[in-house]
């Protein structure tokens, strides 16, 4: 298992809609491991392939508290409610921002076994969900900015109320 390198805002890679993974493999549980292992490294909630340059639809999130959710070809089923609430990333490092997301969130997926689940998300793990699924669609939390002064940066004395999938580089940072 190993740390990767993360991608930075102007990184191409972010804005590409990731591919379907097609075989889960040792290849791709390998890959799961390196990304969980970058995610802790960068004490992140989440991170998506594309945020290692892998244009691969796979996320990882550990809300604290909880076990790691491994999230490979991930779909929306439903979401509902709305709140507004403090976002960063791990891509957008230095900033933060305020966004609004959903108050919950159900989505499908197969884990690093290939065995298809189903989750719902409230709190931090819906913010956490809505942001990596972003991320795999090439979308990055400040494209929620509903104006430049919503966008932070981040002060040393104050650190931001985020989903690292929420960091102070990804607010739900991931």
């Known amino acids: 298992m190993a740390v ?3 991608c930075s805002i102007h990184d191409p890679e972010l804005r ?3 591919k379907k993974v097609p075989k889960i493999d040792g290849s791709i549980r390998r890959l799961v491991d390196d990304m969980i292992d ?3 490294a960068a004490s992140g909630v ?3 392939a594309p945020q290692i340059g892998v244009s691969l639809r796979i996320a990882v999130i550990e809300v604290l508290g909880e076990d790691v959710v491994v999230l490979i070809n991930p779909e929306v089923v439903k979401r509902g409610g709305e709140r507004l609430l403090t976002e ?3 891509s957008v490092p230095g900033y933060y921002g305020q966004i609004t997301r959903s108050e919950w969130i159900k989505v499908k997926a197969l884990d690093k076994k290939g065995k298809g689940f189903h989750l719902k998300g409230e709190g931090l793990l819906a913010q956490a969900l809505e942001h990596e699924l972003d991320h795999l669609n090439g979308t ?4 929620h900015l509903t104006g430049p002064e919503k966008l932070q940066k981040v002060s ?3 650190e931001p109320n985020s989903n690292q999938n929420v960091s102070p580089s990804h607010g739900s940072e991931g």
Not at 140 to 143: A, F, K, N, P
């Open 156 to 158: 040393p004395q104050i």
């Open 38 to 40: 970058t995610m802790r």
């Open 140 to 143: 990055l939390y400040i494209d």
């Open 4 to 6: 990767l390198p993360l």
């Open 16 to 18: 590409r809609k990731a």
């Open 88 to 90: 960063a990333c791990l």
């Open 46 to 48: 989440g991170l998506a």
